[in-house]
């Protein structure tokens, strides 16, 4: 037995080929596929202003996929809190709350990408303090009571279905994100996994129970293909985008490596890493299996641009020869 999630950030490069519109189809598709199969959450992240068109508005995706789909839990992870007013966020996670079934999770973060602070007008500066309001906003939308809120009587309704609304994680790449995770929100989740015993630490300080170890994932992505060289050329150039933007942004924010992504100069060098893997799905179901009963594999299937027909022939490798054989 094992556990699988898909996650979604809608890169898409100049140089890919194809449409951005059939991406986001695909996107829907691969939900209602993966709901399916039972797999457990489906995952979109927020960006702002990316030449690329990294994924910017993730709650109308979200609610699409809600109503594609009858059981997987739908994440935003993470978004942007800075730049999203606290009450109409309020009102856009109920709606897409109320869509999905109760089936909504929230992710917040800070976020660290200058350019985005400078086309909002938001300065770096008050970022924390921002997401501390969201998520104090947020508890007390979702009640369906009035409240105070900027020195001002307010009032979100409707109300989301799940009691008090979704839960709120903070995401995260330092220890002092991780320590506002324990005071202020319900979880956290980690852009590297070694900063999650500061987050543990923090909790059994406060008096809050013991997350325990880290059960999440973490940046990398597997990719499944009978012959492994041929699919590693397949992969290696939108592989190659994805962790060199990436990797760009954390060098403008002086955190490289702490986000889980490092430039590299071409495919040979990300190779080596291990962080983008090619395996075959015999070698997938191995380690799946070696894992034990709670094993997590979260898939990146239209990763850094993929064109969707590529990303279909791993998936349906998974399906077909991967999760029978667990």
Known sequence: ?????????????????????????????MVEWADSLGFVIAVLSEHHGSPDGYLPSPLPLAAAMAAR????RIGISAMVSSFHDPIRLAEDVAVVDLISGGRLDLTL?????????????????????RTTEAVETLK?????????????TVQVLPTPVQPGGPAISLGGSVEAAARRAARIADGFMPSTPDIWQFYADECIKLG?????????????????AVDVDQGWEELAPYAMHEVNAYGEWAAGAGIEGATGFVRVDDSDALRATGQYRVVTPEELVAELTEKGPFAFCMLHPLVGGLPPELAWKSLKLIETQVIPNL
């Open 140 to 152: 007390q939308a979702w009640t369906g009571e009035p409240f105070e809120f900027r020195g001002r």
């Open 109 to 129: 973060t800070n976020g660290y990408v200058g350019s985005e602070f400078e086309m909002f007008d938001v300065p770096l500066s008050k970022r924390a303090a």
């Open 69 to 72: 789909s009858s059981n997987i």
């Open 208 to 224: 809050k129970p013991d997350p325990g170890p880290y059960m999440g994932g973490d940046t990398s992505v597997i990719h499944v």
């Open 1 to 29: 037995m094992a556990f699988f999630g898909i996650r979604f950030d809608m890169r898409m490069p100049a140089t890919a080929p194809g449409t951005r519109a059939d991406r986001y189809k695909a996107s829907v598709d």
